[in-house]
């Protein structure tokens, strides 16, 4: 067995908890940190969780974090006040014995939370109320991140969204072309380079200053918002290893790439893939309720964003196939091709609906404004 499988990690003993562990057992659907749930004499519950520390330079990643979550905190503390009601809050991350956010030994880098009682985390939405909450969930984000000095955030993933030189690589491998698959995907790399010059369109709005930066979270998918098990509405935004300065149409065009995409991300049958337009609008309607003052530039980029953010992941998946599959694991041969291949197919069907993503988005936007007068 791999070793985190039958490991109980003894970092759990470092963390000031309320009361003696009494079991720590692998939790939850994650794909990237190992979570363990640990429960307690008191019967308290947290999360444990080993930090991939492959992907993550982990002291800037968790400093990244300990200033999101003490900001959130405030936030959300400020705005229950003046509004009388609990909003979407935050995690609580548990400081080890020596006061440092996370620890360290032999086996890796640990950190804890507080469990986050009566939630639970849906993989994928049940209903559009569900997708809806997530919206209000990173639309609250944004807003409880609004006041935060984005320019002393670390970026935890250098050059995360600069499409341009994701292109850039692109480029490189296919001229490379290190295992020769380059002949048989000529198409799939036309597509690409056809649309490199309109891919780097919010690189540029962003380096001229036009839209601002945000702190963004990078993995907007239902599966890191915990929603409330009673009522079903947000309760707050986990998994925050992605906390980058950003744009805000980066959050909401990764959302809608993969949560208003009517097939599976590697879907072989492409006649399935197509954009749910209800979706995109169910989105759109929560990001912006639950939002900051977005400016009129930033929501116009919108429809953008989840075009660009979709035809970067394909291009992202295209390159790992001409690269030999070194970055995204792979469970059968051309899975990434099939991964670029959906993509693609729904950057197609968003240029199709561009107008009527336009028109959505301005139509949500009336809404929220006319709700607030
Ligand atoms: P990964 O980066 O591996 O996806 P996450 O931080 O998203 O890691 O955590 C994995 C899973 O653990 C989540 O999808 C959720 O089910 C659960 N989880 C994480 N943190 C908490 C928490 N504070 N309270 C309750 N459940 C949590
Ligand atoms: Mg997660
Ligand atoms: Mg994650």
């Known amino acids: 067995y791999p070793e985190h499988l039958w490991m109980k990690p003894a970092a759990a003993y470092h963390f000031p908890l309320d009361g003696a562990p009494v ?69 609580n991350l548990i400081d080890d014995l020596d006061g440092c956010s996370y620890y360290r030994d032999e086996t890796g880098y640990y950190r804890v939370y507080d469990y986050v009682e009566g939630t639970i985390c849906l993989q994928a939405p049940e209903s559009n109320d569900d997708f809806y909450q997530s919206a209000a969930a990173f639309g609250a984000f944004q807003k409880l991140m609004q006041n935060f000095p984005v320019e002393e955030l670390h970026e935890s993933i250098p050059d995360f969204h600069n499409t341009v030189n994701r292109y850039r690589i692109f480029r490189e491998t296919v001229s490379r072309d290190p295992l020769g698959r380059a002949a048989g995907v000529s198409e799939e790399i036309r597509f690409a380079l056809d649309r490199e010059k309109g891919a780097g369109e919010l690189c540029r709005l962003r380096q001229n200053g036009t839209l601002p930066l945000r702190v963004t979270h990078n993995d907007t998918k239902l599966n890191n918002v915990l929603l409330d098990e009673k009522t079903r509405k947000a309760r707050c935004v986990i998994d925050l290893d992605t906390v980058m300065p950003g744009l805000a149409a980066y959050d909401f065009g990764d959302a809608i790439r993969f949560g208003a995409a009517t097939a599976a991300e590697d879907e072989r049958n492409l006649s399935r893939m197509t954009l749910d337009l209800e979706r995109f609008r169910i989105f759109t ?17 919108f429809p953008l964003g989840a075009i660009i953010m979709t035809l970067e992941c394909g291009v992202r998946f295209l390159t790992d196939y001409l690269d030999g599959d070194r970055y995204f694991a792979i469970r059968r041969d051309g899975q990434n091709l099939d991964r670029a291949r959906t993509q693609f197919k729904l950057v197609s069907e968003m240029e199709k609906h ?5 028109r959505i988005v301005r139509e949500e936007e009336d809404r929220r404004n006319s709700q607030k007068r």
């Open 23 to 91: 079991s720590i057992g692998l939790y939850g659907e994650g794909h990237i940190n190992t979570t363990y749930l640990v429960t307690t004499t008191s019967g308290k519950r947290y999360i444990l969780q080993k930090i991939k520390d492959t992907v993550f330079d982990v002291p800037p990643l968790m400093e990244n974090i300990e200033r999101v979550i003490r900001l959130a905190q405030k936030n959300a503390k400020k705005q229950a006040d003046e509004t009388g009601k609990m909003q979407i809050g935050s995690l």
């Open 354 to 358: 561009l107008d009527e993503m336009r």
């Open 285 to 301: 309607r929560g990001y912006l309720e639950y939002g900051p003052d977005f400016s009129e530039k930033e929501i116009e980029t």
